[in-house]
């Protein structure tokens, strides 16, 4: 995969303490990774570096809105993003990402590129169930939620139906009342 460049941090050059990067993530973001899961997304990213002597720290804070399908109905709809997390960045012998919030580059690296980091926070953000907010609050009018109404089991309503059972239990139920 191609790297983007305006995700590519050049360290060395920075001086000791914080810097701040921001970063506005659309559409065309994902499209580089061939994620089609997001109809279109607006999501801002805040990164807060902070290069120490022997290592780097980087604080992801990611707000925003991905527009995506419904699980229930395929309705388009705008999910709400928002979540943060923390990478440690190390220098090793040899490069290691096995950690899920440590990385380990060579002593000789003088650039991170973050914009995995950023697809894969952004694409975790989202809930794994989607449901479109008009189905939560019953707002959503829609024919996949009224045929799914419609072939739905119904509660029995009254007691009448419930003593349409085999006449041989009622010989059992019996046995239990008895006590």
Not at 59 to 71: A, H, L, S, Y
Not at 132 to 149: A, F, R, Y
């Amino acid at each position: 995969m191609k790297l983007l460049k305006e995700f590519t941090i050049p360290f060395v050059g920075l001086k000791q303490g914080k810097h701040h990067f921001e970063y506005e993530i659309d559409k065309a973001f994902f499209e580089h990774f061939e994620y089609e899961e997001f109809n279109d997304s607006s999501v801002k990213v805040d990164v807060q570096f902070d290069k120490k002597t022997t290592l780097l720290e980087l604080n992801f804070k990611i707000t925003g809105t991905v527009n995506i399908n419904c699980d229930l109905t395929n309705e388009a709809y705008d999910q709400e993003i928002l979540n943060e997390f923390d990478l440690v960045v190390k220098f090793g012998e040899e490069f290691n990402d096995e950690e899920i919030d440590i990385l380990v580059l060579t002593h000789g690296e003088y650039e991170i590129n973050i914009q995995q980091y950023i697809y894969e926070y952004i694409v975790l953000s989202v809930p794994t169930k989607r449901i479109h907010p008009g189905v939560k609050d019953g707002t959503l009018n829609s024919d996949i939620l009224e045929k799914l109404e419609e072939l739905s089991p119904k509660l029995k309503e009254n007691k009448e139906e419930e003593e349409e059972t085999d006449p041989r239990w009622n010989t059992l139920k019996k046995l239990l009342t008895d006590k």
